[in-house]
């Protein structure tokens, strides 16, 4: 019997290691990252924002899932990424989505526990297997390169409560958390800020049956990725990192060349995408997970 998402992710909180989610919106950057997880023997845990999956079409992303199992002969699942509305999760799901995020961080605290509730009550009526995952605390910056000039203010009150955070799962019945503990959206030229350790430790002493989730995966120390795996950090996202190496080398392919066909030139995007994408595998200790 396959595995469901919960199982995986639950095996992941218990073995000390994480599975990568990255997000897609082409199936280009979708084959590429299935690329690097059959070389890493891993489950494909792919996921579309509401913007991207506006842009692919929900049921184009289900289809895209469902030849990937056909293919590949790994667990595949499909997430909804930062889905900011009932209506929203509510499409995903019905869609054949395995997993829905609903974020209600620009929400006070008693709405986002009232529609992630509401979310998680649905998904269950639809099918029991749907992993949701909801988030607490608020988490700056956008899937970007944030320029020098740019500063990312965190704030003590950004950061996601082990007290609140046992709350909210209990209330809500959610299934994993994201949480906020110094990750940011994008990565800064800078450097991005250090993770807190201690605040992610109190968090799994509070909660230590629940898979965590760290959001905003790229441009994070590795040291601080490493500390992370054995304080219930079971998924780890990563998007910037793959729109900066696809969109780089694309540019640079299309400098180089006067060519007209397509797949020449998005080959290079595709093969560094799953050169990043296996390095994040093997530092999340998520290889040979999936034989």
């Keep these: 019997m396959t595995p469901t998402l919960k199982d995986m ?4 909180r218990e073995g000390d290691y994480a599975i990568g ?3 897609f ?3 280009i950057t979708l084959h590429a ?3 690097a997880c059959q070389k890493e023997h891993t489950p494909i845990f792919v996921g579309t924002s509401e913007g991207e999956a506006e842009f692919l079409g929900y049921q184009s992303a289900v289809a895209l899932r469902d030849a990937l199992r056909a293919t590949t002969g790994l667990p595949v699942f499909l997430n909804a990424d930062h889905h900011k509305s009932f209506a929203h999760a509510k499409v995903a ?3 054949g989505y395995d997993s829905v995020q609903i974020d209600g961080t620009e929400l006070s605290r008693e ?5 992630s509730k509401q979310v998680v009550e649905y998904a269950r009526s639809v099918n029991p297997t749907i992993s949701v995952e909801g988030e607490l605390g608020y988490i700056r910056g956008s899937s970007e390169l944030l320029a020098e000039n740019e500063d990312i203010e965190l704030r003590p009150e950004d950061l996601t409560s082990p007290e609140e955070a046992e709350q909210f799962v209990a209330r809500t019945g959610v299934d994993r958390l994201a949480v906020v503990i110094g990750n940011i959206h994008g990565i800064s030229v800078k450097g991005n800020p250090r993770l807190d350790i201690k605040r992610l430790r109190e968090i799994h002493e509070a909660i230590p049956d629940v898979p965590l989730i760290l959001h905003g995966g790229s441009g994070i120390a590795d040291d601080d990725i490493r500390a992370s795996l054995s304080l219930g950090m079971s998924n780890v996202h990563v998007n910037t990192d793959i729109r900066i190496a696809f ?5 640079k392919e299309l400098q180089a060349s006067d060519g007209t066909t397509p797949y ?4 290079e995007p595709r093969n560094t995408v799953a050169r990043v994408v296996g390095e994040k595998l093997r530092l999340f200790g998520a290889s040979g997970i999936a034989r």
């Design 21 to 23: 989610h990255f997000n």
């Design 25 to 27: 919106a082409d199936s």
């Design 264 to 267: 020449k030139y998005f080959q």
């Design 93 to 95: 799901i019905d869609a």
């Design 247 to 251: 969109s780089d080398v694309l540019r």
């Design 33 to 35: 990252i299935a690329e």
């Design 111 to 115: 709405e986002n526990e009232k529609i």
């Design 9 to 12: 992710l639950q095996q992941a």
